[in-house]
């Protein structure tokens, strides 16, 4: 009965306004104007696939600090920040999971997310895991005026499989692989090139998907009229529907692609979706989820008893209502790198990394692991061998204190002009952990006037900063408002 144990999602707070894009490219694109419905969803400047796809992990495991039960690892992306560095190594770094754990990154198709989920699948069916993690985050670049600008959504989601199965008990599975060239980015492009459009559709999608489809729904044992929900990404308006009466799937069946609220997450999606949909089924429900990439792939699960308990804090559904309004156009611009502007003085600066340091410090700066001195109890960060117990400086005595799941709040903050940022001021400050504890952070996703002494936050893991000389990413752990916490309080107070 192997299958879906728990599963997350994430999804930048900023939301760009379609018609703020199109608005602004009239004079050069007035093609675009069609297009000009609803928002996608835009990751911060400090956020890429793989930061993405560590907070939709973080949302499938919860808040428990042990993650051994975890021996397989696979991340999906086809924007991962490294070529020749295993990504999925700095997702489990971030995770703190075990060094012991199978890890392998997969990548080179729009469907390498269900392409991932399936190995996953097939590994814990096949004894070669136990309990596996599935990540899959996506950060699509697209040139300035163009349709793929607007299509296009940043986001994330992640399943934990196991030989359980509680939330949904995987039935069957259909893959077609085929080198149709729908798009394609070199390896040293920015850029995808797409083909057009009617040939995508009318060779493509409509001759590849439904054999995919009629395979996972005969591997299942299944009917077309069998499935609950179907999901199926697209930014052909009406692809999903087309191909469920090509199928014999029910109408009522096909669900909303999430297009005019998120975009189009890339290979994330069919994931996004799948999780979507496990967050509003019932038990019993038959999920069908299909992706297009060079062939298409489908996976068919049945919901089980246990979905309920499985939801996650978060989730699509969280992720969709946690949002803000963005019109500033020139600053997606900005923070996706497609407009060559003055950092001033401040930001030249040599960012070579330290690679030993990095990795002798490994579980300090990506998993935010600090020290608890098994003597004295005291908490602290950085982790040293003398503890910083008042009037008991005890020698190695410290023990593993992770503190990125902690509650924390602000005990001192500045908002800087002076110093260079991407999305001025610059906020950091003290923060300050339930249990013990301070750490001097950067704090993000957070807009002037809005930090205060006291304000709640949770950790979130970012980039750090860019050595863009080298092309090497750097990565730690930032304070962004807990608005869950400041919902709760406002109640409280109310009360």
């Not at 000009?36 to 890429?48: F, H, I, L, Q, V």
């Amino acid at each position: 009965m192997v299958g879906i144990a728990a599963w997350g999602a994430y999804a930048p707070r900023l939301r760009l306004s379609r018609k703020a894009v199109t608005e602004a490219n009239a004079w050069v694109a007035p093609n675009l104007r069609a297009k000009a419905k609803g928002e996608r969803s835009m990751a911060n400047w400090d956020e890429d696939a793989l930061t993405m796809a560590v907070e939709a992990a973080r949302d499938a495991l919860g808040p428990d600090d042990d993650r051994s039960h975890i021996d397989a690892l696979y991340f999906a992306s086809t924007t991962a920040p490294f070529v020749d560095r295993q990504n999925a190594g700095i997702v489990a770094a971030a995770l703190t999971l075990e060094k012991s754990i199978a890890s392998a990154d997969i990548t080179g198709s729009q469907r390498c997310g269900l392409s991932a989920l399936g190995q996953a699948l097939a590994a814990v069916r096949g004894g070669a895991a136990k309990r596996a993690l599935v990540t899959t985050g996506e950060h699509r670049r697209a040139r300035a005026a163009s349709a793929q600008e607007l299509d296009n959504g940043d986001g994330a989601a992640a399943f934990v499989i196991d030989a359980d199965g509680g939330a949904a008990e995987f039935l069957g599975r259909g893959s077609v692989t085929d080198d149709f060239v729908d798009h394609f980015r070199g390896a040293d492009g920015d850029f995808d090139y797409a083909w057009e459009e009617r040939w995508i559709r009318d060779e493509g999608v409509v001759k590849l998907v439904p054999p995919a489809i009629r395979r996972a729904l005969e591997d299942a044992g299944l009917k077309p009229s069998d499935v609950s929900h179907f999901c199926f990404p697209s930014t052909f308006s009406g692809m999903a529907a087309s191909l469920a009466k090509t199928v014999g799937i029910a109408p009522e069946a096909v669900r909303d692609n999430l297009a005019l609220i998120l975009g189009e997450a890339g290979c994330a999606h069919g994931p996004l979706m799948l999780a979507h949909a496990l967050e509003q089924a019932a038990s019993g429900n038959v999920i069908l989820v299909a992706q297009f990439g060079q062939g298409a792939e489908a996976l068919v699960f049945r919901v089980g008893q246990g979905v309920a308990a499985a939801r996650p804090a978060r989730g699509v559904t969280g992720s969709l209502a946690d949002r803000k309004d963005e019109d500033n156009y020139l600053k997606f611009l900005t923070f996706n790198g497609l407009v060559d502007w003055d950092k001033g003085m401040r930001a030249e600066k040599d960012n070579k990394t330290a690679l030993t340091t990095l990795y002798r410090n490994q579980d300090m700066i990506l998993g935010l692991v600090g020290g608890r001195c098994r003597e004295t109890g005291v908490v602290q960060f950085p982790r040293t061998r003398i503890s910083v117990a008042p009037n008991s400086p005890a020698v190695d005595t410290q023990e593993p204190y992770r503190f990125a799941e902690r509650k924390a709040s602000v005990l001192s903050y500045s908002a800087d002009y002076l110093t260079f940022s991407m999305s001025p001021p610059n906020h950091y400050g003290m923060i300050v952990f339930e249990g013990g504890g301070r750490i001097m952070m950067d704090i993000t996703d957070v807009e002037p006037g809005e930090v205060d002494s006291g304000l709640p936050v949770k950790m979130v893991f970012r980039i750090k900063d860019i050595d863009e000389k080298r092309g090497f990413v750097r990565y730690f752990w930032k304070a962004a408002p807990d608005r869950a916490a400041m919902a709760k309080n406002t109640a409280l107070a109310a009360e």
